[in-house]
């Protein structure tokens, strides 16, 4: 295991790797994600955005700190093995893959979807106001086997490549901010428009977390977690780029929705927010406020954008399965590095594979980011008990970063992604839960081939996870019709008992945890070594 990790290269470094959140969380979010918010929660989606950022800053604080611990590729499938042994570790880096790898065909999508309001038919055939059509489908997928080859040499033309795009990112975003601002800001549309500041409520605010696209666009904070293995001086470099770049897209993306907000025209506005109806949100906003030019550069950065994250996530997918095969998940071939270029190719063509099976599956961006949002969810739910866990299992393992009030933190962390994976609505929860419960026949061929005398100790370890999952099935079918469930439980008391349910499965979670043969393996290499690195 170690000589296979010594294998990556550690060529990225804090600016490079601050530079690939920002480059993963700033992608087809912002390109769509204001209007969505916009659609479900009105002026109030303000609120959304500000929630939604401090709510996965509570989780990444977590990861920070473990991506500090164990700096290796592949990290974020890797962590909660270590405290809860291997059943909750396939839940969780099951959950996290099926999150991430269709993140690549949905900005695939998106780019398509915003070049088809290009001033020409032939881009315009692209999109019927659905899904793609055949030209769009077939650019998406020519989209995405650039994604793979950017990545498909070296990690370092990985970074240097992601790293002018992001710059193109960054600014983009800050042109229309202020473009949009100075061309039409007004405040009227913060209370005039039917329905007022908050349409539909504290629960619309709410809802507009879970599924449109808020914690989707927040998600890239895990790929400097994910490339650690691949980070120079990653004890430093990854809990600060994390921080970074979840900070510095937080202030963008408010920012976006404010200037949205107050500059949509009101002619566009006759029935209400959830009416608003636009093909290419932003370009669409500046060409009614007359400014061509920021329009141009948005049809153009409706390429730039979503393809930097695809190129990003293209890398990080590849380190997941690498990191799943290292559990014992996937075959042993998903595993091998390239000897000269550095990378795990197949486990890059296996997410190829997989990512043009969900871009044929799913052919339009909001058909994708619901399910995405909650899958990503389901995938947090595990480091906020791993991080803690591990501070009592093995309190003296080097923590470059250690976190004050961690222990309230994290538990906060578990509460609010339990509330998110409630106001994702009912039937999607149960939907996507089921689908995150589907791999572990995976699971138990693997493991009852691989050690027999741990099985029942892991399954014990990881009855919580199941218990979990299903409960928030039940609560959500049975909660209040603000979040689609059958009114059974009422509205207020709902998220009550879903806030003391959580509490209750973390402190379960927490007892569960135990002293695995991996954190026994990785203590005796750090005793040898001084390095915890893998």
């Known amino acids: 295991m170690k000589e296979k990790v010594e294998t990556l290269r550690r060529d990225i470094g804090l600016f490079a790797l601050t530079l690939t959140g920002i480059g993963s969380i700033i992608g087809s979010g912002w390109l769509f994600g204001a209007w969505k918010a916009a659609k479900v929660a009105g002026p109030a989606s303000i609120f959304s955005w500000v929630i939604g950022c401090l709510i996965i800053i509570c989780i990444a604080i977590s990861y920070a700190e473990l991506g500090g611990m164990f700096p290796e590729s592949g990290g974020m499938v890797r962590y909660p093995q270590f405290s809860h042994g291997s059943f909750v570790g396939f839940i969780a880096g099951w959950a996290n893959w099926i999150a991430i790898v269709s993140v690549i065909p949905i900005e695939a999508e998106a780019s398509v979807q915003y070049m088809s309001s290009w001033p020409w038919e032939w881009a315009q055939n692209m999109y019927n106001g659905t899904e793609l059509t055949t030209s769009g489908l077939t650019l998406a997928f020519f989209l995405v086997l650039v994604f793979f080859l950017l990545n498909y040499w070296t990690v370092g033309l990985f970074a240097k490549a992601n790293t002018i795009v992001t710059i193109i990112k960054f600014v983009v975003p800050l042109l229309t901010i202020v473009g949009i601002f100075f061309a039409g800001f007004h405040t009227h549309n913060f209370t005039h428009v039917s329905g007022g500041f908050m349409p539909n409520g504290w629960s619309g605010v709410l809802t507009a977390i ?203 962390g578990f509460i609010v992604s339990s509330l998110i994976l409630y106001w994702s609505r009912w039937p999607l929860t149960g939907q996507v839960l089921f689908v995150m419960l589907i791999g572990l026949p995976i699971y138990f061929y693997y493991e009852i081939k691989r050690r027999k005398e741990t099985f029942l100790r892991n399954i014990k370890a990881g009855l919580w996870l199941v218990c979990y999952l299903l409960y928030m099935m039940l609560i959500s079918y049975l909660g209040s019709e603000q979040f689609g469930g059958h009114n059974i439980i009422p509205y207020g008391w709902d998220m009550i008992i879903v806030i003391i349910s959580a509490l209750l499965f973390y402190l379960w979670a927490l007892r569960s945890a135990y002293y695995t043969e991996e954190l026994k393996d990785i203590e005796q290499r750090s005793q040898e070594t001084g390095s915890v690195d893998m």
């Open 210 to 412: 879970a599924t449109s696209g808020i914690v989707f666009a927040f998600n890239g904070f895990q790929t400097p977690i994910n490339l650690a293995g691949e980070v120079k001086r990653p004890g430093r470099n990854v809990p600060l780029a994390v921080i970074l770049s979840l900070l510095l897209a937080g202030v963008i993306y408010f920012l976006l929705e404010l200037v949205f907000i107050g500059s949509v025209p009101g002619s566009m506005l006759k029935h209400g927010w959830a009416g608003l109806d636009m093909k290419s949100p932003f370009a669409d906003l500046a060409m009614a406020l007359g400014i061509g030019w920021l329009a141009v550069c948005m049809y153009a950065d409706a390429v730039i954008s979503p393809s930097g994250t695809g190129t990003v996530y293209t890398a990080t997918t590849a380190r997941m399965i690498y990191g799943m095969e290292k559990n014992g998940y996937f075959p042993k071939i998903f595993g091998n590095i390239h000897p000269l270029y550095k990378v795990p190719r197949p486990a890059m063509w296996l997410n190829l594979v997989v990512a043009y099976l969900f871009m044929y599956l799913f052919r339009g961006w909001g058909e994708l980011v619901e399910v995405i949002s909650v899958a990503t969810v389901v995938s947090y739910m595990a480091g906020p008990v791993t991080v803690m866990a591990l501070r009592r299992l093995v309190p003296n393992f080097k923590r470059p970063l250690k976190t004050k009030g961690l222990a309230i933190i994290a538990p906060i």
